[in-house]
């Protein structure tokens, strides 16, 4: 008879060669001819297909192979994925790459946002319309909501802002993370948090619903997208050349106007480009250990 910890060292063993044949999939499914882009959960799932399936349409063209759209579980799993290289190219948000990058090292950059002609994105805190507060200050000891705890724009840099204001987690009478910008903005209508942190893209959705700028963040580099450490030279050159050729026909530039409200173009970006916000986020006191 084989002894319990026999057992358990088999059970180990097929536990880990199942991990990292999970781990090779989307490399071995790119040299099948597939290639997958990864997008974190900042708006729904039905959104975020219809946002990104037509850059994924326009980026099978020029590869020359099929790009399907996978969407994280959530920003830590998305985070993940990338720095292990389990998905091919990636959308990620300014926040979430520095941790990449200091979690795992660089990956090979292809482009970035540019809205309305700036490079910048920005956050808001926002409280009811009725509501009485009229400076940060106003909302301590009262309800805030957050989006996912990786999120820069609701949760990271809306943070920072609080902080500078003299506002700690504890001054708040409760505060919660809630998943994701448009749960923040509902949840804050619904009246069940008192105030929340959004991406200004959310917040000019929901404003003419009842939601009021509290507080708009200094501008941080914009989202961007990745690629897996190894993805081969070409390709990485074939995808830099699509996307920053995307405002020159009509066809492309209905493809930016899916992704965001107002995108302009997509544009070389660097590493340097994200050094002020490693700054701002080194600042940041670490949230107690029960918040996640």
């Known amino acids: 008879m084989f002894s319990k910890a026999?057992?358990?060292?088999?059970l180990a063993a097929v536990l880990l060669g199942f991990t990292l044949l999970l781990a090779s999939l989307s490399a071995s499914a790119a040299r099948g001819g597939g290639y997958t882009l990864a997008v974190h959960p900042y708006l729904p799932?039905?959104?975020?297909?219809?946002?990104?399936?037509?850059l994924a349409d326009h980026l099978a063209k020029a590869l020359g192979r099929p790009v399907k759209v996978r969407i994280g579980y959530n920003y830590d799993a998305h985070l993940r994925a990338i720095g292990r290289d389990q998905v091919d190219l990636a959308f990620i948000g300014p926040a979430l790459y520095v941790s990449l990058t200091e979690k795992?090292?660089?990956?090979?950059?292809?482009?970035?946002?540019?809205?309305?002609?700036?490079a910048q994105l920005h956050g808001v805190i926002a409280v009811r319309t009725a509501d009485t507060a009229v400076k940060l200050q106003d909302i301590k000891g009262r309800?805030?909501?957050?989006g996912d705890v990786d999120s820069t724009m609701s949760h990271l840099v809306p943070r920072q802002m609080l902080q500078e204001a003299g506002i700690k987690l504890?001054?708040?009478?409760?505060?919660r993370f809630v998943g994701s910008h448009n749960n923040v903005a509902l949840a804050v209508l619904a009246g069940d948090f008192d105030a929340g942190a959004m991406k200004q893209e959310v917040f000019d959705a929901y404003a003419g619903k009842g939601l009021r700028a509290l507080a708009i963040s200094p501008g941080v580099p914009?989202?961007?997208?990745?690629?897996?450490?190894?993805?081969?030279?070409?390709?990485?050159?074939?995808?830099?050349?699509?996307?920053f050729s995307l405002h020159d026909n009509e066809q492309g530039r209905q493809v930016l106007a899916g992704l965001h409200k107002g995108l302009t173009r997509l544009i070389p970006v660097h590493d340097a480009d994200y050094a002020g916000l490693r700054a701002t986020l080194r600042k940041l006191e670490p949230l107690p250990r029960d918040s996640k």
């Open 6 to 10: 026999c057992i358990e060292r088999g």
């Open 45 to 54: 799932v039905t959104e975020i297909h219809r946002r990104f399936d037509p």
């Open 104 to 118: 795992y090292g660089r990956k090979p950059l292809l482009a970035a946002f540019e809205v309305a002609g700036e």
């Open 143 to 146: 309800y805030m909501a957050f």
């Open 170 to 175: 504890k001054d708040f009478a409760g505060y």
């Open 222 to 243: 914009d989202h961007l997208f990745v690629t897996r450490s190894n993805l081969p030279q070409a390709d990485i050159e074939r995808l830099r050349k699509a996307l």
